[in-house]
């Protein structure tokens, strides 16, 4: 195989292929011949993706390419599954097959200080006798976990993580990515077949140039490289995959089969050693990183680093966190596994994560830029937000050119003026925030933030409550109200109409196709089908999807109303309170108090909207529509075993998706609550739970369970 042959040789046998390409006899190529290319092609796609030192430049290696496919279209028989040429997707993904995992994806726990490391090493010791122990030091890649199967050496099947125990079939996307060799040398192991984990990223110079790509066709910039390499995975199209650039490294191996020759076919732990032919032993995962190298795959083999006690890993990861800047990827911390594969499986695991591995999770990543300005915008409740105009500045994977800054309190606290320079930071997922503004930088041109006595938008003036933060319009025929409130009734969580996005609502809206809520189900289609970017086929789906609206229950109706402070858990409650939604009208805020999550505030703001006659208009004219007023009991009847017990999930569950987890439990009559309280029966604790289990353990009453109980109580 190709990388068991020396560059010089390929490098010779490229140059043979080069002179001869555009004079050789395509009726007379035989199989040695073609092989031959295609171990040259693999050979060149391996220097320039995985070890980055390409040995020919791109026009030779297109020349030698096509020349493949001319000879692959006259001699089909020779077009095998593992050729280079076979990346190309021609056709599109048709929806992704659910696959099972050869060996559950579990997922790691997470330390954040040294102090948490330490913590893992002593149990590790404890556990195991040992008095130091020997660990792998690696990058956590910052992308979406992915596995892959090769057999005989050939890839056969990736699959994202899903559930952890099965994921989407996604070969044909993950063809795409170049550095993810179609073949690669495990038979010089004597592995037959072996599933490898590992994360699809998008380096940061393939992100800002796809961002790039994307302002020039005028469209929406992407948020972030993790999120887009995540998103690239089920995308129906493998050519938009290609486009993206995206790469992987594989930095897990979970299962093994040993060639019959050296196994007799008997399968075998990945913990378990292998004897592989040119004799060497497996027994570390850092062999195990070298062997994915040596294959051809990109293992983080030459950013890894063994090392013996905690104290050396701790001086590793400080060492790799302060050049992280530096990195062509993006990484949010580093991974700590014991190294020896038998003490791995002393060690074994608990239902979430391996015993024998650590995630370190870095810091929330600041950086310095200029406030330029302020702009004021208008939310569907009315609520005028101050957001702060940056000067670009790349922080922990995205672009940031303005932030929230919340209210004119906000303002003040952080003493906050145009002109500033001010300090940003970004904990993982979470959006960026102003820490402070760098006031010994001032030079007296700063100027403070006036906060508008009138809305933006519709120039009515502005209203703060009591003991409230927020400034208000209250003109409910705003246009910026009236345009949020449609984008939310239309959204995923409420009415949920599918094609009816914020663009659309906007465009219908400024072109006054579209004056108001019970107006999305008398749209004009004819005019819609006649408009840039729409046509009769999507007209009707839109019809199509909004029709179908009607039928949503009502808990959904009453979320996408946009109430105050009613989110989607107040929103079932309520709905299952009532026979009909205009039963609201007659409730008193003593009766609301009643229910479930419903406190002063709440309630108050139920009666307002009810009692307000264009709002029981609207709801009439909706019901004449045909939307579902009334509540479908059948769905959520507290009949069940669980019948008004209430339950909270926090944390990430490993089995169950959070909303298929609360659907379980409302079909045994649950009631899914949203904050912690004595009211509270079960909290359900998934991996990184964080403060509402802190202040459940000082209830009594509140029963804490993990995610394997609380299936066991529901399937009882
Ligand atoms: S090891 C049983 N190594 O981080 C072994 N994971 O928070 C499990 N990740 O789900 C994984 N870089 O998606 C491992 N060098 C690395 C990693 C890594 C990134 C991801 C992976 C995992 C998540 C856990």
């Not at 508008?452 to 409910?476: D, H, M, Y």
Request: glycine share 6%; charged share 25%; aromatic share 8%.
């Amino acid at each position: 195989m190709f990388l068991n042959t020396s560059k010089e040789t390929i490098q010779q046998l490229t140059q043979n292929w080069l002179k001869q390409a555009s004079t050789i006899d395509l009726n007379n190529i035989n199989e040695g011949q073609v092989q031959e290319l295609k171990n040259i092609i693999r050979f060149h796609e391996h220097q320039y993706y995985v070890l980055s030192e390409p040995k020919i430049n791109d026009f030779d290696f297109d020349c030698l390419f096509k020349l493949l496919e001319k000879i692959e279209l006259k001699h089909p028989n020779l077009k095998t599954k593992d050729s280079p040429t076979q990346r190309i997707a021609n056709s599109l993904n048709d929806g992704f097959a659910t696959v099972q995992h050869l060996v559950p994806m579990l997922s790691l726990a997470n330390s954040y200080n040294a102090e948490d490391l330490i913590d893992f090493d002593r149990k590790a010791k404890e556990a195991s006798g040992l008095t130091e122990i020997e660990y792998c030091v690696e990058p956590k890649f910052d992308g979406a976990s992915i596995s892959l199967i090769y057999e005989h050496d050939v890839l056969v099947r990736a699959a994202t993580r899903g559930d952890g125990v099965a994921g989407d079939d996604i070969t044909t996307n993950i063809k795409q990515i170049k550095s993810i060799p179609l073949v690669a040398n495990f038979s010089d192991y004597g592995i037959e077949q072996i599933e490898i984990r590992g994360e699809v990223i998008m380096t940061k110079s393939s992100f800002e140039a796809y961002n790039n790509w994307l302002a020039e066709q005028g469209l929406p910039q992407v948020a972030n490289p993790r999120n887009t390499a995540s998103g690239s995975l089920r995308i129906k199209d493998p050519k938009e995959v290609a486009q993206r650039n995206l790469d992987a490294f594989l930095y897990h191996v979970s299962y093994v089969q040993k060639s019959k020759v050296e196994s007799q076919n008997q399968k075998v732990n990945t913990n378990q050693p292998i004897n592989h032919s040119i004799n060497q032993q497996l027994i570390s995962h850092s062999d195990y990183l070298k062997m994915l190298w040596n294959s051809g795959l990109r293992s983080p083999e030459k950013e890894k680093k063994v090392v013996v006690g905690i104290e050396k890993v701790i001086e590793y990861i400080n060492e790799f966190e302060a050049k992280r800047d530096e990195l062509p990827y993006e990484i949010d911390g580093m991974v700590v596994k014991v190294n020896n594969l038998d003490l791995q499986d002393e060690l074994g695991m608990t239902s979430h994560h391996p015993r024998w591995a650590i995630a370190y999770k870095f810091k929330a990543r600041q950086a310095t830029t200029k406030l330029i300005a302020v702009e004021f915008q208008v939310g569907r409740t009315g609520a005028v937000t101050p957001v702060a105009k940056l000067q670009p500045v790349y922080l922990g994977g995205v672009t940031v050119s303005s932030i929230s800054i919340h209210n004119e309190e906000y303002i003040k606290e952080k003493d906050l003026k145009i002109g500033d320079t001010v300090l940003i930071e970004r904990a993982g997922d979470v959006i960026p925030q102003i820490v402070h503004s760098i006031t010994d930088q001032r030079n007296g041109t700063e100027t403070t933030i006036q906060f508008p006595t009138q809305c933006p938008v519709c120039k009515s003036e502005l209203f703060k409550e009591e003991g409230e933060a927020v400034w208000r319009c209250i003109n409910i025929e705003c246009e910026a109200q009236v345009v949020e409130k449609m984008i939310h009734f239309v959204s995923k969580d409420a009415l949920d109409i599918k094609s009816f996005g914020d663009a659309n609502v906007r465009k219908f809206y400024e072109l006054k196709l579209l004056k108001d809520i019970p107006n999305i189900y008398t749209l004009n289609y004819e005019v819609i089908e006649t408009l840039e970017g729409f046509g009769k086929k999507s007209a009707e789906k839109l019809q199509d999807a909004i029709e179908a609206s009607k039928q949503q229950p009502l808990h959904r109706l009453i979320y996408g109303l946009g109430i105050r402070f009613v989110g989607e858990t107040t929103a079932k409650t309520l709905a299952n309170a009532v026979d009909h939604i205009l039963d609201f009208k007659n409730k008193t805020e003593e009766e609301l108090q009643q229910l479930e999550d419903v406190g002063v505030k709440v309630a108050k703001s139920i009666q307002h909207f009810f009692s307000n006659t264009q709002n029981i208009e609207m709801l009439k004219q909706l019901e004449q529509l045909g939307l579902q007023m009334k509540n479908d009991k059948k769905q959520f009847v507290a009949s069940g075993d669980l019948a008004g017990q209430t339950f909270l999930f926090t944390g990430t569950l490993s089995q169950l998706k959070r909303s298929e987890a609360e659907a379980l439990a409302e079909a045994k009559g649950g009631i899914i609550v949203s904050g912690v309280s004595s009211k509270l029966n079960y909290l359900i604790v998934g991996e990184d739970a964080g403060s509402k289990l802190e202040k459940a353990k000082k209830i009594n009453s509140v029963k804490i369970i993990s995610e394997e109980e609380f299936i066991k109580l529901v399937q009882d």
